[in-house]
């Protein structure tokens, strides 16, 4: 077992915040105690490619009672950071690859870079790069209502036009390329460099870096 790396991980404060301000219009309970803030907790939340950044978002959403569904290459034991039975209480449903359709479809939220085959009324976020999401797909999906919101930290172009067509859609969410812009973050970030630097200074082995590009 490894722990990621905290440049793997800064994205992730910026991802939880855009999956809790999607919706703002969702359907909410008649009752208001028993509905959780933004009302995650009747959410199917697809995260597509459970790996570092994965595994701590559902960690995060846990608590919140909402069902996780997750694809990834391989779920064997050797091939992830995780023990079988903290798997099993993080994701309800596992699939792979063949899988992202099917999932996409039940979800309410997708974490995920590909194509929208979702079901009507589905959220996507993306923090990793603008250029995954095929925009006039994603604009194509909005303006037709298949779309239920976007929130991207990333866009096809930076800095983004700001009379782009698909920032004129109320359900749409977008921060400026700032998802890892975090003091725990980059408090992390500065001890791996000083930790770098001391080991050449001394001739050392370098250890705690992880080439992820």
């Known amino acids: 077992?490894?722990?990621?790396?905290?440049?793997?991980?800064?994205?992730?404060?910026?991802?939880?915040?855009?999956?809790?301000?999607?919706?703002?219009?969702?359907?909410?309970?008649?009752?208001?105690?028993?509905?959780?803030?933004?009302?995650?907790?009747?959410?199917?939340?697809?995260?597509?490619?459970?790996?570092?950044?994965?595994?701590?978002?559902?960690?995060?959403?846990?608590?919140?009672?909402?069902?996780?569904?997750?694809?990834?290459?391989?779920?064997?034991?050797?091939?992830?950071?995780?023990?079988?039975?903290?798997?099993?209480?993080?994701?309800?449903?596992?699939?792979?690859?063949?899988?992202?359709?099917?999932?996409a479809g039940e979800a309410d939220i997708v974490v995920t870079c590909l194509t929208l085959y979702s079901k009507t009324g589905s959220f996507v976020v993306n923090v990793a790069r603008g250029g995954i999401l095929n925009y006039t797909s994603v604009l194509q999906h909005l303006n037709s209502g298949h779309l239920g919101g976007l929130a991207i930290d990333v866009a096809w172009s930076?800095?983004?036009?700001?009379?782009?067509?698909?920032?004129?859609?109320?359900?749409?969410?977008?921060?400026?390329?700032v998802a890892g812009v975090t003091e725990f973050s980059y408090r992390k970030m500065a001890k791996v460099v000083a930790d770098t630097a001391i080991q050449l200074h001394e001739g050392s082995p370098i250890t705690g870096l992880e080439f992820v590009n």
């Open 158 to 177: 930076e800095p983004f036009d700001p009379e782009d067509p698909i920032l004129k859609f109320p359900n749409v969410l977008i921060t400026p390329h």
């Open 1 to 103: 077992m490894h722990s990621p790396s905290p440049i793997r991980l800064a994205p992730l404060h910026g991802l939880c915040f855009l999956v809790s301000h999607l919706d703002t219009q969702h359907t909410q309970p008649q009752v208001p105690w028993e509905w959780l803030p933004l009302t995650l907790v009747v959410f199917v939340v697809f995260i597509l490619g459970f790996g570092a950044i994965g595994i701590e978002l559902a960690r995060r959403l846990r608590p919140f009672g909402v069902k996780i569904i997750a694809t990834r290459r391989n779920w064997s034991l050797n091939d992830t950071m995780l023990q079988k039975d903290e798997i099993d209480g993080l994701v309800d449903q596992k699939g792979l690859p063949q899988d992202i359709y099917e999932f």
